[in-house]
């Protein structure tokens, strides 16, 4: 099936999330959408899908225009959709969720479900692609990547010519990245054309047969897949990339903050950090390395006040663990949380009003009755221009922030009080490279006036940039603290958990209740992915991990050039506010 | 994610909590206790008094079983016994939790059963608890609260909050009273009722659907707007002119022939209105069609992730009005078996049947099984506190009417733990 896209234009107030885009896909080919995030990908690929109405423009299927209304016109037109977020129902078995909205039924009124009939169909389907999955399994016990796979199984199911896969390498491990290369090339060997849609410059040369990349709602150029990283990297940035960040080499300080014997449980009441320790001294950033869900989350939320927890964390001689989040914060910790849309930003609130956030029971932000107004207004005012948050003024709300800005906003909070220690959980994730640069900036500015960093981020390019020296975490034990100079390979051996405490790790680690025995994931030591988040550099080491079709992996020839993919995940709620600064 | 971490305490998925353990254990020695000094030594069960048990329905026909007597003090003290052992057990070791489920049954159960030894209690063997009497004032008791909660269940399935039933029952029972009276015939009136639920369903999902009010406010407001309007039309309609707008006749008892004859429970169970089956092949029904059918797959998945449901081209928002409808309708059938039950409707004549039907969605953990089973738990409490106020407790009768509500509470809260309610029950569904 041959796609077109005329000329498609939508905007959302006065912002042009896509202008006058033409895209073709051809039958059998994997077609790459390349471009930041707020580029206006997703946008487009959700006026393709029927869930978004385009301004003007057609949509162009084997010669014939086509208007899609709803998902069901583009389902029926052979177009299948795999979200970002997965569109299954996580009580619901593998089958339930595959047969859902064309059930197979007898009994004619009834709508008595053959659900017989709906098993052999799914073990056909998966059978035929190379897609193993148990139709019983509920999704929520799945691995993320066997989610995926039912995703794509259920737009197999529908007769699918056209797979837009939607950042789908953004939640997988390196492992999981390269089976699903796999998948798609096996898609495309049976004549159905896939649209991946990415910002990671080495997955785009490692699988597409064509790259268009997009630019602020543009069409900005085609590319062959044997383009230089760098270059593709400026085509979609629209400048020279400098993605190198600066910092002299300096001797840490004196033993800052000391984590000692530290374990902390998650929601399912699983040990997820497991007799930590370590010593961040100041002037000095220790970067936290490590796939998703090894535990990171649940470190920094320890060291933070947000989680209960066994063992000791001091900072300067004062104990963090047992103290409240506000003691915590008094005791001079600066937080970056990971996820600032859930925990950094009051949305509605305006810019002013989140930056005086933490402090707003204290002098100069009011004290315990009232708010002083005028000093709220005056903070927001300075750190608008001091940390160059693009917005109309500091009483803009910080929903209508792009994510790079609202990021701004959540550093700015941060640093604002001179931290005695500053803890950052994925700083740049989702931001433009603009924004990260200079949050990197500030970061490192942190470390060379003698305060003490903890970075913790699963994008390991991010972690050897800004470290002086990293601690990889696998299944809640540091596996070991290197240098930051060392080779990714040899940092993606140890997130895989190939320290000398592997073995012992293996044993003790509850993480992995969570990994079927049945996943058909080929490594099967690879931890769980939980959230719905990236770690996108990790995709580097994928060879260096024992996986089966590690050989394969066309990733390693990026590795030389010194680039950095643009930024991880894109949150879907700021992809149309996300163009306003660019 | 990680605030949602912070709201679940980390402890919940741990086998069980050493707080809860004791607790849980604490409280069933205190049962115990409270059973043994209050009612197996107390003055009431002194002087040799025997319990009599009436195990004949008066009202109906059927073969007369004699009554069963025993000595009240020595059975009830071996039931507080054995509370205070199970309490003990609990303490002192870390049960697997089948165990643990079946202890506190075991607990409840005989604590129960004390109250009862210790109520039909009397030197002279002139007090006596008809045991059918109070199974039938049970299923009585049940029916408009399986009605109402199955039509809660269909609701928030779907994802939509129905904290209006008890509004539906109300208007329900008013209609079935209303046109039951003009037509002289009763069973149009029941047509009428649940015509009039299902009216009040589409108003509730009109408001929530549509315009996206908040659906717990907004099923309060229609509660007192049903109230309001029935309140209103019955003083100012019905107490004026009782015989020609407020009086249908009462349901028939229908008789299943052998299985009526069965020892105690028969007249109970198979000698009763039609409403009665009707309601017990409902909660059949709407439970085969939510795990067997089409329809029930599309409603979880509505009530579960309606956006994954609407990208598989199922029509959500279509789906939750007629769902929401197809609940008002139950709950209007449950209020028409509230009015046909007396033959006449009375104001506020719910009496927060409503509000228990709806814990009963939640204690039922959103099955109608599990509906029908807490509606049975809340429908016993409310009979034995009927059937026990006649026989001169010490404890205040008003006092006594509370039980229902107090067992409620104690359901929701303390046995249950946390139950996973559809994950977009209650949350609007926006397309795009």
């Known amino acids: ?582 | 994610m990680a605030v949602a971490t912070i709201a679940t305490p980390a402890v919940l998925a741990a086998p069980e909590t050493d707080v809860r353990r004791r607790s849980a254990g604490l409280t069933q020695i205190v049962l115990g206790v409270v059973a043994l000094f209050a009612f197996g030594l107390g003055s009431r069960t002194a002087h040799g008094a025997s319990t009599t048990f009436g195990l004949t329905l008066i009202s109906k026909q059927g073969t007369k079983v004699p009554d069963w007597v025993f000595p009240a003090r020595p059975v009830i003290v071996a039931l507080a016994l054995v509370c205070v052992l199970i309490g003990a057990a609990r303490l002192a070791v870390q049960l697997p939790r089948g165990w643990r489920l079946a202890g506190t049954s075991v607990v409840l159960f005989c604590f129960t059963f004390a109250f009862m030894a210790w109520s039909a209690a009397d030197p002279k063997g002139g007090e006596r608890l008809i045991i059918p009497s109070l199974l039938n004032s049970m299923v009585v008791a049940a029916v408009p609260l399986v009605l109402g909660a199955l039509g809660g269940v269909v609701g928030e399935r779907s994802g939509v909050v129905n904290v209006a039933i008890e509004g539906q029952l109300l208007f329900g029972g008013f209609m079935t009273a209303l046109v039951g009276s003009t037509t002289h015939n009763l069973f149009i009136g029941v047509i009428a009722g649940t015509l009039a639920g299902a009216l009040m369903g589409l108003l509730l999902a009109v408001l929530a659907i549509r315009y996206l009010i908040e659906q717990v406010v907004l099923g309060v407001v229609l509660n007192l707007l049903a109230l309001g309007v029935t309140g209103f039309l019955y003083k100012s309609l019905m107490q004026t002119n009782q015989s020609s707008y407020n009086s249908v006749s009462q349901f028939d008892s229908f008789r299943i022939p052998g299985l009526a004859s069965i020892w105690v429970v028969g007249p109970v169970l198979f000698d009763q209105p039609l409403i009665i089956y009707v309601t017990v092949f409902l909660v059949v029904l709407v439970h085969l069609g939510l795990f067997r059918t089409r329809w029930g797959l599309r409603t979880r998945a509505v009530g579960e992730h309606p956006a994954a449901a609407d990208t598989v081209g199922v029509k959500v928002l279509r789906l939750r009005y007629r769902n929401v409808m197809l609940g008002g309708a139950f709950a209007g059938l449950g209020g028409a078996w509230l009015v046909g039950n007396v033959g006449n409707f009375t104001e506020a004549m719910t009496n927060g049947k409503g509000f228990i039907a709806l814990a009963a969605v939640i204690f039922g953990r959103w099955s109608p099984f599990g509906a029908l089973a807490a509606a049975g738990l809340f429908g016993f409490t409310a009979a034995l506190a009927d059937q026990t106020s006649s026989l001169q407790l010490p404890i205040p009768s008003d006092l006594l009417s509370t039980l229902p509500y107090v067992a409620t509470l104690f359901a929701v809260a303390g046995l249950i733990g946390r139950v996973r309610a559809p994950a977009a029950d209650g949350k609007p569904y926006i397309k795009g």
């Open chain 1, 1 to 582: 099936m041959r796609l077109e896209l005329r000329g498609i234009t939508k905007t959302f107030g006065s912002v042009a999330a896509n202008s006058a885009i033409d895209l073709t896909v051809e039958p059998g080919e994997i077609h790459c959408l390349l471009g930041e995030n707020g580029a206006g990908k997703s946008t487009l690929m959700n006026i393709l899908y029927g869930l978004l109405s385009p301004d003007s423009g057609e949509i162009v299927v084997d010669g014939e225009v086509r208007e899609f209304t709803s998902p069901g016109d583009a389902i029926r037109a052979g177009i299948g959709m795999v979200h970002q977020h997965f569109m299954l129902v996580p009580v619901f078995t593998v089958a339930e969720n595959l047969v859902l909205g064309h059930e197979e039924s007898r009994g004619g009124v009834l709508g008595w479900l053959d659900r017989r009939k709906a098993r052999q169909d799914v073990v056909e389907v998966s059978a035929r692609y190379g897609l193993p999955v148990d139709p019983d399994a509920l999704v929520e016990d799945l691995p993320v990547g066997v989610q995926q796979r039912v995703e794509i199984i259920k737009a197999l199911m529908r007769d699918a010519q056209v797979l837009i896969l939607d950042e789908p390498t953004a939640v997988l491990t390196p492992q999981e990245t390269e089976e699903l290369f796999t998948v798609m090339r096996g898609l495309k060997a049976a004549g159905k054309s896939v649209v991946f849609i990415t910002h990671k410059l080495r997955e785009v040369r490692a699988v597409a047969d064509r790259i268009t990349v997009i630019r602020r709602g543009k069409v900005v150029g085609q590319a062959d897949p044997k383009t230089g990283v760098r270059e593709l990297a400026s085509l979609m940035v629209g400048r020279d990339v400098r993605l190198v960040v600066e910092k002299e080499p300096r001797e840490p300080g004196a033993v800052a903050l000391s984590v000692r014997g530290l374990s902390v449980r998650d929601d399912r009441g699983q040990l997820a950090v497991d007799d930590v320790s370590f010593d961040l001294h100041a002037g000095e950033v220790l970067g936290i390395a490590g796939v998703q869900g090894n535990g990171q989350t649940e470190l920094v939320e320890a060291i933070t006040g947000l989680r209960p927890a066994q063992g000791s964390a001091e900072l300067s001689g004062r104990q963090l663990i047992g103290a409240s989040p506000r003691t915590v914060l008094r005791m001079g910790v600066g937080h970056i949380p990971e996820d600032r849309q859930h925990d950094g930003l009051v949305p509605d609130f305006s810019i002013a009003e989140n930056l005086a956030l933490d402090e707003a029971d204290r002098a100069p932000f009011g004290n315990m009755l009232m708010l002083d107004l005028d000093a709220i207004a005056k903070n927001g005012a300075d750190r608008l221009a001091e940390f160059d948050i693009r917005a109309e003024s500091a009483q803009t709300p910080a929903a209508a922030l792009s994510g790079g800005n609202q990021q701004k906003v959540v550093v700015a909070r941060a640093l604002q009080r001179d931290p005695a220690l500053l803890v950052a959980s994925q700083p740049t994730r989702g931001v433009d490279v603009g924004a990260m640069e200079f949050i990197h900036k500030r970061i490192i500015e942190q470390r060379d006036a003698g305060k003490p960093v903890l970075i913790v981020s699963t994008e390991l390019d991010e972690i050897t940039a800004l470290s002086d020296r990293i601690a990889v975490m696998y299944r809640g034990k540091i596996v070991d603290i290197v240098p930051s100079d060392t080779s990714n390979e040899e940092l993606g051996l140890l997130m895989a958990g190939g320290g000398a405490e592997d073995a012992a790790a293996d044993e003790a680690a509850p993480v992995s209740d969570a990994v079927p025995v049945s996943d058909a994931v080929p490594s099967a030591a690879e931890p769980t992915e939980t959230a719905e988040t990236a770690e996108p550099a990790a995709a580097e080491p994928a060879d260096t991990v024992p996986a089966p079709r590690a050989a394969e992996s066309p990733v390693a020839e990026a590795e030389a050039e010194p680039v950095r993919d643009a930024t991880p995940e894109e949150a879907p709620a700021e992809e149309s506010s996300e163009t306003a600064d660019e």
